[in-house]
Nanobody, 129 residues
């Protein structure tokens, strides 16, 4: 059974930082795409950044380039999202998702998923002004 468990969210002041974690288990392939997404109340889900498990290549959406950094620790089966210079508009539920049958990292981060995609339960990030 594929499971993704996010942690690390919380309440932080504007300008602060958080490190979100996504622990992955049960993925049936060694090569999979995993990414971070967020959804604020009343808004559509937004892709943030994605990483390939096989070669560590990364993809960032324009909205977070320079402020968010994705990384992975294969020994811990964990993917991280370092979020810096947080703004009140970053307040949202942050989710990780993994797709073992993705086509390309950019397509996965762009919202093209296969039937094998799995999502975590989310972790809330609230940024106060």
């Amino acid at each position: 059974e594929v499971q993704l468990v996010e942690s690390g969210g919380g309440l932080v002041q504007a300008g602060g930082s958080l490190r979100l974690s996504c622990e992955v288990s049960g993925i049936p392939t060694e090569d999979y795409a995993i990414g971070w997404f967020r959804q604020a109340p009343g808004k559509e889900r937004e892709a943030l950044s994605c990483i390939s498990s096989s070669d560590g290549s990364t993809y960032y959406t324009d909205s977070v380039k320079g402020r968010f950094t994705i990384s992975s620790d294969p020994a811990k089966d964990t993917v991280y999202l370092q979020v810096d210079s947080l703004k009140p508009e970053d307040t949202a539920e942050y989710y990780c998702a993994a797709d073992p049958y993705y086509a390309t990292l950019s397509s996965f981060c762009g919202g093209t998923y296969t039937s094998g995609v799995h999502w975590g339960q989310g972790t809330q990030v609230t940024v106060s002004s």
